[in-house]
């Protein structure tokens, strides 16, 4: 059943001592673990793109920080952190996902591929631009992508906030290795015939999509290509008081579209059917289907994050990140909330 404060008043309304929780020992430290926990292993902070309104940076912009992640040097030192971050915590059981950066384009992908699948890790997903999908492992014949056949992904985030390429390129803004869509075509065609479901996310903006009609115009390119789930994410909101100001920060600002208008306009519309809501602790989630076609919309700020951890004394892991620095975290800065 459709709740309406959920949506207007959000973390008003999130109690994560509602949510099913277990008490895990990890590192020395007991920490109370959000059971449908996910850790994102943050494989390179290296991206052939430099997006305008870029979230790995606008995360540290938001802590008044520059965007500086340290990464450890020697990649077979960051195979054994690896392999003994997951020892120690895949009794948590947690979903994986991998990003960065743009993973598809690290060297370290392949062998990262064959330590998680030691773990039998479950709902495995993959976000990326798309840059080195169908590029060739220089060890090997194989394509990345079929890596991540071999590793059974089970998820694909495809970013692409417009289906003209021109636009997209202008708010993307690739440096090398930009990525058609043709060759996403290409991509959709490979995935489904190897159990990979393809979402596309498209950030709404004021340069891109920016209305209801737009939204159409996207998911209609989507089903044109063969891809049955779509994400609509508005830009996140952060503290603009005190955040570092910078291209980005002020992009997702001005920027940005309200999803509020674009949300009322699909209840009006009979092809929309509701399906779902997500409440998060700091992000919103409306589900629905348009003409066999999942989509996803989705709202966030960065400053309930901070207000979500102050209420508790104890430590809640609410999602687990490992960043390229080996420190395993539940935040998304690395030397905060450290668990490993």
Known sequence: MFNSKWRTEKQKHYDIKKR???????????????????????????????????????RYLNDKKEYDKPCINCDQDFYDRLDYVLSQIIDVDPSVSLTGGEPTLDTKLPTILKILNKYNVRKRTLTSNGAGLLKLDSECEKTILQHLIDYKLEHLNISRVHFDEKINQDVMRFRENYISNEEIKKIVEICSKNNIRVRMSCLLNTEGVKDFEGVKQYIEWCKSIGVNNVVFRQPMKYDEENAVKTEITDYCSSK???????????????????????????????????????????????????????????????????????NLCGSWNEYEDIMI
Do not use: R
């Open 20 to 58: 099913p929780t277990t008490k895990h020992f990890i590192n020395g430290k007991n920490y109370l673990i959000y059971n449908n926990v996910n850790l994102s292993v943050f494989t390179t902070n290296v991206c052939n793109a430099g997006c305008k309104f870029c979230v790995a940076q606008l």
């Open 256 to 326: 940005s579209v309200d999803l509020m208008p674009i949300y009322e306009q699909m209840e009006q519309d009979d092809e929309f059917k509701f399906v779902n809501q997500v409440l998060g602790y700091y992000y919103y989630v409306e589900v629905y289907n348009y003409k066999g076609v999942d989509v996803v919309c989705e709202t966030a700020d960065l400053k309930e994050i901070a207000k979500e951890k102050s209420k508790y004394d104890e430590k809640i892991i609410y999602e687990m990140i490992l960043h390229p620095n080996g």
